[in-house]
């Protein structure tokens, strides 16, 4: 039973631990040739204005990276609800579910093994330790449910932080915008100067 209390604590963690990184990034896979053949060929010149077109914001509303934080570390979940992440407010207060039960457990534990411990030492016989352990298992039990109550404070903390965390990195991408039709073509290409220079071209498509 003890040691099972454990490994759960820790899946837990890791768990929401992976979550919460795997909630910030957005993998897309690309194919590319195992070999590309470069030629040096001769390169033209393109001429005219880039044209950099601003991503449109409501004036009237700029979501702030600043307030998000703010807000997740007053009240864990407030800045999810302010990225409209609504569904990561679940899993945040599972986490510190999940800590807060092992948490009391733990504390139950130290009190009962303290009082088998206080049975078995204070010569009273009134007060008997009614199970097989000797003191120094009793000291030993006691010591390994303490280790377990501040993993159980860690797991709070940690919660809490990557709470905070992952409200910011949220609201610091809330405008960035990742088209679903990305591609990476491969075409053939050919030098406008020397009709003999061929290779391969790159086009990325957003």
């Known amino acids: 039973m003890i040691s099972s209390s454990f490994k759960f604590l820790l899946t837990t963690l890791f768990v ?18 195992d070999s590309v053949e470069v030629i040096d060929v001769e390169r033209g010149t393109v001429t005219g204005d880039v044209e950099n077109v601003p991503v449109p914001v409501d004036s009237a509303y700029i979501h702030s990276p600043k307030k998000a934080t703010i807000m997740s ?25 999940a800590a807060g039960y092992y948490l ?70 809330f405008y960035f915008d990742v088209s679903e039709d990305i591609s990476l073509n491969i075409m053939p290409y050919m030098s406008p100067v020397r009709s003999q220079g061929v290779g391969f071209s790159l086009s990325l498509k957003l």
């Open 104 to 173: 009391n457990d733990n504390l139950k534990n130290i009190e009962k093994y303290k009082d088998l411990y206080i049975a078995e030492t204070d010569g009273d016989p009134n007060t008997i330790n009614n199970t097989n352990f000797t003191t120094t298992d009793l000291t030993r039990i006691i010591d390994q449910y303490k280790q377990w109550r501040d993993l159980s404070y860690i797991a709070f903390a940690v919660i809490y932080a990557l709470n905070i965390i992952d409200a910011n990195v949220d609201a610091h991408l």
């Open 73 to 97: 570390a007053a009240l864990p979940g407030l800045g999810q609800i302010y990225n409209k992440k609504y569904w990561k407010v679940p899993i945040i207060y599972g986490g510190f579910a």
């Open 16 to 33: 929401l631990m992976t979550f919460f990184a795997k909630a910030q990034t957005d993998t897309t896979l690309t194919n590319t040739p």
